[in-house]
């Protein structure tokens, strides 16, 4: 007696003691963006004196030429392996008295250029940051300056900074060699407002140690709710040996009990049966409205009875290959099960479902019996099963 006294001290001080871990749960900080479309909008400086990377570089007074204004917008596709392509468009002035193509200007002239880069985030090398993401790109482009156009080749390196998973700001560099003989080198740089949309997320290295660390509570907790169980049911056990003299009396209180039980589970499998089954077209999942309706009655009959749960099978006809219709009827599956859960706010727990492909028509329309589309129609079906109630 002292030692089941004692499991059962030692089981509700784990309990106490894994409470608290059991509220650990990920949270934004847990994951970072792996691929999204990004627009930005900014100011660019272009540096055409020749010689922008050697004494000229930082000749800001001689050689940069600038506007007050945001005057270059870019759009691009970042994707989970690092690699990005952008495109960007920029407008600049060319000022009287600035060195061009290794000369004093004589006359403002217009500057326009659209540049297609491909980017690699250099996080890749170095560790994801979350905020801070390097980069190296290249490309080519066309610059327009005065109506004279050239070609180039570029190369460049620059940075974004992230205030949160959408806004941030970029600074960025860009080597621009023309391609046809006897055209100059410009530097252009940039600094900007970025916008990401279109985002994809999964979890960090330190997000996925903490679910890690959720998964091994939960296994803990299972486990105590294990022994909770078995301890409930040796004193079930010790109760019943007990009452052995009023076994009879009980044996008849049960079987009533019994019996009325399986005539509430035999009513609540009438209503079921009496709602019928979600019907899908040929190669869909879709729910058409006649079958969400008739879902939402469901639903209301679930409310009605908290303990109900169900099993949701779903099937496929024999049209088409084995593997596809399995896969077809797991898509059926989970959007009856999305309708109940999340349309209508039935608990998780009490429904699960499986997909059984085409393994079991309710027909004779198997592959090597042809039957019209009325009959196939009954195999494409979502059917409910009482699991408890």
Not at 52 to 68: E, H
Not at 70 to 86: Q, T, Y
Not at 245 to 256: N, T, Y
């Amino acid at each position: 007696m002292k030692t089941y006294a004692f499991a059962i001290t030692f089981l509700s001080a784990l309990t106490f003691n894994f409470s608290g871990a059991q509220e650990l749960q990920l949270t934004a900080k847990d994951s970072v963006v792996t691929s999204s479309w990004v627009l930005g909008l900014g100011y660019n400086i272009v540096d055409d004196s020749a010689r922008p990377v050697a004494d000229d570089l930082f000749n800001i007074k001689d050689t940069w030429n600038a506007l007050p204004y945001p005057s270059s917008i870019s759009i691009g596709r970042f994707f989970k392996n690092g690699l990005g392509i952008k495109a960007v468009g920029s407008y600049n002035k060319y000022d009287v008295g600035k060195k061009v193509d290794g000369v004093i200007n004589t006359v403002e002239r217009d500057y326009y250029a659209i540049d297609g880069m491909i980017s690699y985030d250099l996080n890749k090398i170095i560790g994801e940051t979350g905020w801070f993401d390097p980069f190296v790109q290249v490309g080519a482009g066309y610059s327009d300056i005065g109506s004279v156009g050239r070609t180039t080749g570029n190369a460049g390196f620059g940075f974004n900074t992230w205030f949160n998973d959408k806004w941030g700001l970029n600074f960025n560099t860009m080597g621009k060699w023309g391609i046809e003989e006897g055209s100059t080198k410009q530097l252009q740089h940039s600094a900007g407002v970025v916008y990401r949309f279109g985002i994809e997320k999964e979890l960090s290295k330190k997000g996925l140690e903490k679910l890690a660390l959720i998964e091994e509570n939960q296994r803990v907790s299972d486990s105590i709710a294990a022994a909770k169980k078995a301890e409930e049911e040796a004193r079930l056990m010790a109760e019943r040996l007990a009452q052995e003299k009023e076994k009879a009396r009980l044996a008849a209180e049960e079987q009533a009990r019994i019996d009325a039980e399986n005539k509430r589970r035999t009513d609540l499998e009438n209503k079921i049966k009496d709602l019928g089954n979600v019907y899908f077209s040929l190669n869909s999942s879709y729910l058409s409205k006649p079958y969400k309706e008739l879902l939402d009655k469901l639903a209301v009959l679930m409310e009605e009875n908290p303990a109900l749960t169900l099993k949701v099978g779903s099937h496929a006809d024999s049209r088409g290959a084995e593997k596809y219709n399995q896969w077809l009827s797991e898509k059926r599956v989970k959007q009856t099960l999305d309708y109940l859960i999340g349309t209508k706010g039935i608990s998780a727990s009490r429904l699960n479902g499986e997909g059984f492909g085409e393994t079991q028509l309710t027909n004779e329309c198997d592959n090597n019996t042809y039957c019209p589309e009325s009959k196939h129609k009954l195999n494409r079906r979502s059917e409910f099963e009482v699991v408890e109630f």
